[in-house]
């Protein structure tokens, strides 16, 4: 594929195809970042308030993208698997 059809591509694609991968952007937090809202909250998931390994855990957004939020230290909590696998029903 040349690099003209590459740029027409909307979405994911442009970014996957293109050799230049500077703007993408994963919404992923780093190690650094978990393991602080981890420490932060003690290991205590938000939503079921039990305590769990951070192995256990996965990393969130406080203030979801779709809301404006952003992917810093301070928009990290850590949730159980199961909790961050069902939390948008409790929203």
């Not at 969130?60 to 961050?84: E, F, V, Y």
Request: with cysteine.
């Amino acid at each position: 594929m040349e690099d003209d059809e590459i740029m027409k591509k909307s979405g994911i694609y442009r970014y996957v195809l293109s050799k230049d991968l500077r703007d993408l952007s994963f919404r992923t937090f780093d190690k650094k970042q978990k393991r602080e809202a981890y420490e932060r909250q003690k290991g205590i998931c938000p939503y079921c308030h039990k305590h769990f390994e951070l192995e256990e855990m996965e990393a969130d957004h406080i203030k979801p993208w779709s809301k404006g939020g952003t992917t810093i230290a301070d928009n990290c909590q850590m949730l159980c698997r199961d909790c961050n696998r069902t939390k948008g029903n409790k929203y």
